[in-house]
């Protein structure tokens, strides 16, 4: 690959219409100059330089290939100072069709920003802003990148890493890709490849003091003067320039889920593994049988990390697969601060007995977290289920058995339907098919619209096996998404919740534009 530099923008210029304008032109140029020599200090303009790291031209070495997958492709670089990142770009080849969208990662797989790329010409450098400008730290590695739906991304392969911008720098292994149903943090690396993934960045320095020339002194006159006393004059002291300041810039607004209301509800930026955290790889056995492990700022590509030992502790991590315990064994969790990343497969997230789950992020299977016995799930984010191409899958967010609390989550199903029966049953479910639903308190949760046929179910679903004997389930301070189809799910907000059941509650429960939501049995 060749490096290529942006070229550089001209500012057209227009020959002045008479030699009068031109000396009123260079008149006034001169008492600038005047202004500008005359003051003690004069100061730069402050600099906002906008950069890339590919640069403008197009990309060279492409690869023919017909690889249609679902793919995560993207380049890893490293901030070299301060700055802001407004957008990203990427190079469309003329095969490539879809639309595509875009995410800037911290370098652990947080999301930081999205772009949609609304509107795409047939090839070439297509570009977006993202949904919110992100503060960037000198000496940090991010990741940018987007989701090809059907495959045909641009890629070379045997690439030196070479950057066009001083202020972004990439090395060896820099693209990166992860297969999937949907989008995914970006991982894998083949063959040193550029898959001309580039971020639009803005780096900004103070303005800084500059000393003005110093006058040439007048000479001296030609008639010698009268000897005047020795004295050694004072020595004139060294002004130095104010230094730069070194405040950080503002922090970037924290990102909303889709299509939230602005009421402080969790995010993947308030969920997940914090910004700044350095993860190592997890080389403990996947089934955990010593009592009060910790696991802590590791990546564990378990698949099921199985927990079968009392009192063991999860902070700080990506698990790509799923973790549980048996609800007919012994074995208890917490897991927080971290993220579950299952893909395009069936399972369930975080299940099913005896765990507390907080501030977690939980993305792929069908299925995020079953609360099944004695769990409680808060403040955290659960979303983006598979799209399951057989036609089976029935998909939710949360399913509820007995002895949950379910507090202060942001709860969607947004998978798609496929046929015969694929796609979103609820954002939360509680079904009577092993036992009964009881004992449950969900309360403050943001139930997010267009998942499913109704957004909630509440325990006492007819015809299931256990469908009597439901009590205690307590809907308290919850929020409904109106959505697309103006009440949350497709028929509704809820159903299958039995007011009038021992211990029911049903209290403060609204729409997301501030109406009252009423319970439905």
Known sequence: MHSHTGSA??????????NRFGRIAASLAMMLALLLTTSQWALSPATAAEATMLGAAAPTGLVQHNDTNGVEVGTRFTARVNGKATGMRFWKDKDTTSTHTGTLWTAQGKKLAAATFATESASGWQIASFDRTVALTAGQTYVVSYYAPKGRYAVTYDVRAKSSSPDLTISSG???????????????????????????????????????????PAPAPTTTPAPAPTTTPAPTPTTAPAPTPTTAPAPAPAPAPTATPSTGFPSAAT??????????????????????????AKRVNC???DIQATGVVITRSI??????????????????????VMGAEMGTGIGDARFTALRVEVTGGNRSVNCYLDCSITAS??????????????????????????????????????????????????????AVVKNNTIDGNLFVGGSGGYCTYGGATPGKPFSTGTRDIRFTNNVWQRGGSGKCGFYGPIT??????????????????GALVAAAN
Not at 9 to 18: C, G, N, Q
Not at 403 to 418: E, F, H, L, Q
Not at 498 to 513: E, H, Q
Request: glycine share 10%.
């Open 319 to 340: 698990i790509n697969g799923t973790v549980s315990t048996n609800d007919s064994g012994t074995g208890s969790f917490t897991i927080s601060d971290s993220e579950i």
């Open 271 to 296: 969920t997940g593994v914090p910004a700044g955290t350095t993860l190592s790889t997890y080389t403990g056995p996947c089934r955990i049988t010593t009592p009060n492990t910790v696991i802590d």
């Open 496 to 513: 299958s919740f039995d007011s009038n059941a021992p211990g029911a509650v049903w209290s403060n429960n609204r729409w997301d534009d």
């Open 9 to 18: 923008s001209h500012v057209a210029t227009t020959p002045l219409s008479s």
């Open 381 to 434: 984010y659960v979303h983006g289920q598979f799209r399951d191409a057989s036609g089976v899958a029935h998909e939710s967010g949360i399913r509820m058995g007995s002895g949950s609390v379910i507090r202060g989550n942001t709860i969607a199903c947004d998978a798609p339907d496929v046929a015969p029966d694929a796609g979103c049953s609820a954002a939360l479910t509680g079904y009577g098919d092993f």
């Open 303 to 305: 698949g099921p990390l």
């Open 174 to 216: 820099f693209g990166v890709y992860k297969y999937g149903s949907q989008s995914r943090f970006p991982t894998n690396t083949y063959r040193n490849s550029s898959y001309w993934v580039d971020l639009v960045f803005s780096s900004q320095t103070t303005p800084v003091a500059k000393p003005a020339p110093t006058p040439t």
